[in-house]
């Protein structure tokens, strides 16, 4: 039987020495779905990401990718996992000293034995999906934030992932590069049949695009469901994310003694 | 609490130095890649190294012939500029110089490529950074050096001649016959391509095992090129004492 869920989470626990990232966190993200994942930062939204990537390894509990776990310690079966997952980083992490071209055509070079022409080929397509064929031979750094993030989301797709996984993909985008961003996230997710993974602290534009979303504070999942599930929850820490107040479970200020002392005015 | 973290940093650099030798085979078989590396840590460094060999060779020059001259050697001038040379300050010179010029560009290309995520951006594509980017430079380091330091002594003995011969007017044949029936083949040359291979080998190992561990912040970087060129130039002194007592023998 051919497993639904393409990842699948049981029960993970992450952790740095005394710290712990992430407590006993079970979720599952069903093929060909958008999920979001949102959460205040430093809530282990990344950490999560580089679980499913095998960049770190779980304390305790199973990562696994179509039915098999990620093994962090098994370099062959990790780098045929990776070939099949595509990921975007927060600020896009283009090679600085190639072009758009040759970024988008990196994995490719390096993944197959494709003759240049029909790399050309692949390349531009991909480049066309996301908008930017014309930047083809551009550096990166003559791209704007937005720009680089589409090159990147580009190079992601390029070997046709199944999972594509994205760091804060609308962070620091002006409106227009979000509504794009956003608009490519669900429209590459439906004409690819990939499964998309959103990590997120982007309340409107994940409900608009994504069908489940799995809401985390300090290390604990503390909503999921559709977006409108979510959106109706009265649980106070999801309020709190979505209504986006300052003060509530979660604290407007970082545990400290007590002010007066700390100005001397009382002894 | 201190010894602890030097072995521990000792132990953490061996390792990796096994896996850049395990990626070495990786890099012979891109040879496109290397090449690329051998031009821009290779080439870019010609113009320090010949400007330096000349400078060199000049001042060798003088001071030989300042001290040759009082015992009524002076014809040997050729010999002893090119001895020093060919042993000794080829090697090392270009040593120091390969870790300011290529050792520091190597170091801060990787920490900032690290810094801005293209490393495990890479890791995530599957593709080794260790074999894709860092085994090349490491060959190419390997390269570059002895055919440098070949450069500058080479260079360093044209400007000897120009000092030596052209300048104070020490007969040219006496200082190039000089020279070729004192300098041995193994015995001096060969003795000076041992050395400049090895400060090859620890100058670029430095340089990337630096750029690869750097805190991935301008601050981070920045020690790390620092880190870079102290322990280069002391790895490099160090090396050339022990590499010429052990190589060390009586002229014949």
């Known amino acids: 039987m051919k497993n639904d869920n393409l990842v699948q989470i049981d029960r993970v626990t992450f952790g740095y020495d005394q710290r712990v990232i992430l407590s006993d966190i079970t979720m599952t993200f069903p093929r060909g779905k958008v999920i979001a994942i949102m ?25 696994s990718f179509d039915g098999s776990p990620v093994n962090p310690r098994d370099r062959e079966s990790l780098y045929a996992l990776r070939r099949r997952v595509g990921m975007l980083f927060q600020f896009g992490a283009l090679f600085t000293d190639l072009t758009v071209f040759d970024n988008v055509a990196f994995p490719l070079r390096e993944h197959t034995t494709l003759p240049e022409p029909m790399i050309r080929d692949l390349v531009l397509m991909k480049l066309n999906a996301v908008g930017l064929r014309g930047a083809a031979q551009l550096k990166p750094a003559d791209l704007s934030g937005g720009m ?67 809401v985390i504070s300090s290390g604990r999942i503390v909503g999921h469901g559709t977006p409108a599930e979510v959106q109706a929850s009265d649980d106070p820490e999801v309020r709190q994310f979505i209504d986006g107040e300052p003060d509530g479970p979660v604290k407007f200020h970082y545990p400290a003694g007590e002010y007066g002392a700390d100005l001397g005015l009382r002894s | 609490m201190w010894a602890l973290g030097l072995l521990r940093g000792l132990g953490h650099s061996a390792f990796f130095l096994v896996d850049l030798l395990r990626s070495l085979p990786w890099a012979l078989r891109r040879l496109f890649l290397t090449i690329a590396q051998i031009h821009s840590i290779g080439n870019y460094s010609l113009v320090i190294i010949a400007a330096s060999g000349l400078a060199v060779g000049f001042v060798l020059a003088l001071q030989g012939y300042y001290t040759l001259s009082r015992y009524g050697a002076a014809e040997s001038l050729g010999l002893l500029v090119a001895l020093s040379l060919v042993r000794e300050l080829g090697p090392v010179v270009t040593g120091l110089l390969f870790a300011g010029r290529a050792g520091t560009s190597l170091t801060a290309e990787i920490g900032l490529m690290k810094a801005g995520e293209q490393l495990a951006a890479m890791e995530m594509m599957a593709v080794d950074p260790k074999e894709r980017v860092l085994a090349p430079r490491f060959l190419a380091g390997i ?110």
Not at chain 1, 52 to 57: H, P, R, V
Not at chain 2, 165 to 182: H, K, R
């Open chain 1, 39 to 63: 959460g205040g930062s430093g809530c282990g939204k990344t950490t999560l990401l580089r679980l499913i990537g095998g960049t770190l390894t779980p304390q305790r509990g199973v990562v």
């Open chain 1, 148 to 214: 680089a993030r589409r090159v990147a989301l580009a190079r992601a797709i390029a070997l046709d992932p199944e999972l594509i996984m994205y760091d804060e993909p609308f962070a620091g985008l002006d409106p227009i590069s979000l509504g794009v961003a956003a608009n490519l996230i669900r429209r590459l997710n439906d004409a690819t049949g990939a499964t998309s993974l959103v990590v997120s602290h982007d309340v409107r534009e994940c409900f608009l695009i994504s069908d489940y979303v799995y």
């Open chain 2, 143 to 252: 390269i570059a050096m002895p055919l440098l330091a070949a450069l500058f002594s080479a260079v360093g003995i044209l400007g000897g001649y120009v000092v030596g011969v052209l300048m104070i007017g020490i007969d040219p044949g006496a200082f190039w016959s000089q020279m070729q029936n004192g300098v041995d083949v193994w015995d001096d040359v060969g003795n000076g391509i041992v050395k400049s291979v090895v400060f090859g080998i620890a100058c670029t190992f430095v340089a990337l095992y630096q750029g690869y561990e750097a805190q991935a912040t301008p601050e981070g970087v920045a020690q790390a090129t620092t880190r870079t060129v102290v322990i280069s130039s002391l790895a490099v002194l160090g090396l050339d004492f022990v590499l010429t007592a052990l190589m060390f023998s009586a002229p014949r």
